[in-house]
């Protein structure tokens, strides 16, 4: 693990070093434009790396990273990114990533003050609350990683909710929202099953546009 600065600069010049000598036009390509089809929604935990997990190189993957990887309806970082992705890149698929023994969620398990962070994670702890008979059931291990898997499906939910996503349905734009979480244990992706390309499957009440 580099401690200086100098060391990020000469890894960082290693690393373009190996692009450049296996891909001489590597760069100068990446340069023209942005073309990716995802839009990734992830924890900003530092064992969590967005491409490297999936095997995607610089500019095929559009990544926003928070901890907890939560959607807020007020976060105006967010809601930019979302609707980057969708209206200018018009990307196809939006994944929502977790990963089993998050940190963030854990903190929302606990009732010890942390500060600012206390408000941002206070959603999780809604969620567990709405599920609590699920998960006061399990030991503490297997909570936080169902309480991982419950916070992807209510971070989905939250990307469908949003006037941009809808708005991008009505147009009839090929858009899907996933949820799938990863293993820091084993370095895999799962698929959670909650796949929505369209507002159907939302309760009425969230749909938009629809008067």
Not at 35 to 62: K, Q, T
Not at 80 to 97: D, G, N
Not at 192 to 204: F, Q
Request: some cysteine; proline content about 3%; glycine content about 8%.
């Amino acid at each position: 693990m580099p401690h200086r600065l100098s060391d990020l600069f000469r890894k960082n010049r290693e690393w373009a070093a190996g692009h450049t000598a296996e891909d001489p036009d590597f760069f100068q390509r990446l340069s023209q434009q942005q073309d990716p089809d995802y839009l990734w929604i992830g924890c900003s935990d530092s064992r969590v790396p967005a491409n490297d997990i999936v095997g995607m190189a610089p500019g095929e993957l559009f990544v926003h990273r928070n901890v907890g990887n939560l959607v807020h309806h007020t976060d105006f970082n967010c809601m930019s990114v979302l609707q980057y992705a969708v209206e200018v890149l018009e990307v196809k698929h939006i994944i929502v990533t977790g990963h089993y023994g998050c940190g963030g969620v854990r903190t929302a398990l606990q009732n010890h003050e942390m500060g600012l962070i206390d408000n941002w994670l206070r959603d999780v702890k809604d969620i567990y609350q709405k599920n609590r008979a699920e998960l006061e059931s399990l030991d503490e291990e297997a909570r936080i990683d169902r309480l991982c898997e419950l916070n992807v499906a209510q971070q989905v939910a939250n990307v469908c909710y949003t006037t941009i996503v809808q708005r991008a349905w009505r147009r009839g734009q090929s858009l899907a929202v996933h949820g799938c979480i990863y293993s820091i244990n084993d370095g895999i992706l799962r698929d959670l099953g909650m796949e929505v390309s369209g507002p159907e499957t939302i309760a009425p009440i969230y749909r938009m546009g629809n008067d």
